[in-house]
């Protein structure tokens, strides 16, 4: 079942939950898309100027790094003299800069363009609400709508109308771990939860953290959460939850959220108080075994100049891309449009997503960048995103609506510290309830 044939089954459906199938993550070679120029960018305007600012909450090491490739190809792509302003709210997954982001919104101050997950928190915060402005002749001007695959298309967009520009894919269920720790204690890399739960048993007894985790902020949890269910679930139970057709109350959640808890009990004791960098640096420095996180992860081992990791799906998920984007869109009325919209042909253009993405640790959303601009881990998981199975990330804003995703966060910010499995899935069947997904 986990490795079934290709198939793409984010949830592209923003207002009514609807789960579509995505179409081939690989493209269409065949069509023909307009040609670019050398730069990968088309019809860039000359002499820009002003003030051209990019929100967003990347601000650790290979964050940062990738979105300073980008600043630094800015000036070759959009001529002129455009002062760029990095405006970052610092905070791992990004709460808090969502928070002023929406102050500004919602007050008309909205900066130039702003980091935002395709999906959900894409579609049902800032487009259903009208805060967008539609990027159809981008999109037709770039060639992009042969250059990023079906599935992307549909889910940054609504009504038919594309509305931000995705500069990656990123991928949630991956188990990093320190190559000589394991080896050390004779362990292998674990596929499945029987296999984790008796590597972190051995490791337990000599002394080492089995599993680094830095949930001060909730995503890292729920991230945890959201990557149990799968590897408990497998993609198409999953995949039934955010539309109700599998039951949160059933017992197949309860054998889930009891191995989340398992989980839990091998995690170090400090982790509400450590972000997921903190907790990578556990496992750097040999304190911890593995931690399971995103694959900007693989972005902070480069920026740390680590080259002892080593990665699987984590367990239960071989043959399933928990996957989520980064994109960037045009809000009305945001100050300098035509930087704004140079900014976006570079976001999307193959040299920029070349340059940005090895340092950020994600593959292109583009389906034709050159892997061999990429390391190991990020080749690896290119060949996956075109033959797994693809299904949207929870704490990343695809799965479900932002309202939906508060209240699991708030149930999972009370679980990780009362361990009670009954109280929690009812608070998560509520939620699915509160969210007209379930009756
Ligand atoms: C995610 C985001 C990633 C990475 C991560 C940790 O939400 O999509 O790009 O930045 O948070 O901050």
């Given at each position: 079942m986990l490795f079934a044939r290709p198939k793409f089954l984010f949830i592209a459906a923003i207002a009514v939950m609807v789960l579509t199938v995505f179409g081939s993550a690989c493209?269409?070679?065949?069509?023909?898309?307009?040609?670019?120029?050398?730069?990968?960018?088309?019809?860039?305007?000359?002499?820009?100027?002003?003030?051209?600012?990019?929100?967003?909450?990347?601000?650790?090491?290979?964050?940062?790094?990738?979105?300073?490739?980008?600043?630094?190809l800015y000036p070759g792509v959009c001529p002129g003299d455009v002062e760029i302003t990095n405006a970052t709210v610092a905070g791992g997954g990004g709460a808090q800069a969502r928070q002023v982001l929406t102050t500004r919104m919602q007050g008309g101050?909205?900066?130039?363009?702003?980091?935002?997950?395709?999906?959900?928190?894409?579609?049902?915060?800032?487009?259903?609400?009208?805060?967008?402005e539609p990027l159809d002749d981008l999109y037709a001007e770039e060639g992009w709508n042969d250059i990023f695959p079906q599935g992307v298309l549909d889910i940054?967009?609504?009504?038919?109308?594309?509305?931000?520009?995705?500069?990656?894919?990123?991928?949630?269920?991956?188990?990093?771990?320190?190559?000589?720790?394991?080896?050390?204690?004779?362990?292998d890399p674990p596929e499945?939860?029987?296999?984790?739960?008796?590597?972190?048993d051995t490791l337990e007894a000599a002394g080492?953290?089995?599993?680094?985790?830095?949930?001060?902020?909730?995503?890292?949890?729920?991230?945890?959460?959201?990557?149990?269910?799968?590897?408990?679930?497998?993609?198409?139970?999953?995949?039934?939850?955010?539309?109700?057709?599998?039951?949160?109350?059933?017992?197949?959640?309860?054998?889930?959220?009891?191995?989340?808890?398992?989980?839990?009990?091998?995690?170090n004791d400090d982790h509400s108080s450590l972000t997921w960098d903190q907790a990578n640096d556990l496992v750097i420095n040999g304190d911890a075994a593995m931690t399971i996180m995103g694959d900007w992860l693989d972005a902070?081992?480069?920026?740390?100049?680590?080259?002892?990791?080593?990665?699987?799906?984590?367990?239960?998920?071989?043959?399933?891309?928990?996957?989520?984007?980064?994109?960037?869109?045009?809000?009305?009325?945001?100050?300098?449009?035509?930087?704004?919209?140079c900014w976006l042909k570079l976001v999307g253009s193959k040299d920029g997503q070349e340059a940005f993405n090895p340092l950020k640790g994600s593959v292109c959303a583009r389906t034709d960048c050159d892997s061999s601009?990429?390391?190991?881990?990020?080749?690896?998981?290119?060949?996956?995103?075109?033959?797994?199975?693809?299904?949207?990330?929870l704490a990343h804003g695809a799965a479900a609506s932002p309202?939906?995703?508060?209240?699991?966060?708030d149930a999972v910010t009370a679980f990780v510290t009362d361990e009670d499995v009954g109280t929690f899935q009812g608070r998560l069947a509520d939620a699915c309830v509160n969210a007209d997904v379930c009756q």
């Open positions: 493209g269409d070679d065949d069509e023909e898309g307009e040609t670019p120029t050398p730069s990968g960018a088309t019809g860039t305007p000359a002499g820009l100027t002003g003030e051209l600012e990019i929100f967003s909450w990347w601000t650790t090491g290979g964050e940062a790094a990738g979105l300073q490739a980008l600043y630094d101050d909205p900066p130039g363009s702003f980091q935002v997950h395709m999906g959900h928190e894409l579609i049902d915060t800032w487009v259903t609400t009208d805060y967008m940054v967009s609504f009504e038919g109308h594309p509305y931000s520009v995705p500069v990656n894919i990123h991928r949630a269920n991956v188990l990093w771990y320190n190559k000589t720790v394991l080896e050390a204690n004779n362990i499945s939860f029987d296999d984790f739960f008796a590597a972190a080492i953290t089995p599993l680094a985790l830095g949930d001060v902020e909730v995503f890292a949890a729920t991230q945890l959460l959201e990557t149990t269910l799968i590897g408990s679930l497998g993609a198409d139970d999953y995949n039934g939850l955010w539309t109700g057709e599998t039951d949160w109350a059933g017992d197949d959640v309860t054998a889930a959220l009891d191995n989340l808890k398992r989980m839990l009990s091998y995690t902070d081992n480069t920026a740390k100049e680590f080259t002892d990791s080593g990665w699987v799906p984590s367990p239960g998920t071989s043959g399933i891309y928990d996957a989520l984007s980064d994109t960037f869109g045009l809000p009305k009325d945001a100050p300098n449009p035509d930087a704004v919209n601009l990429f390391d190991e881990y990020l080749q690896s998981a290119a060949d996956d995103w075109k033959s797994d199975a693809i299904v949207p990330s309202a939906w995703l508060g209240e699991i966060n």
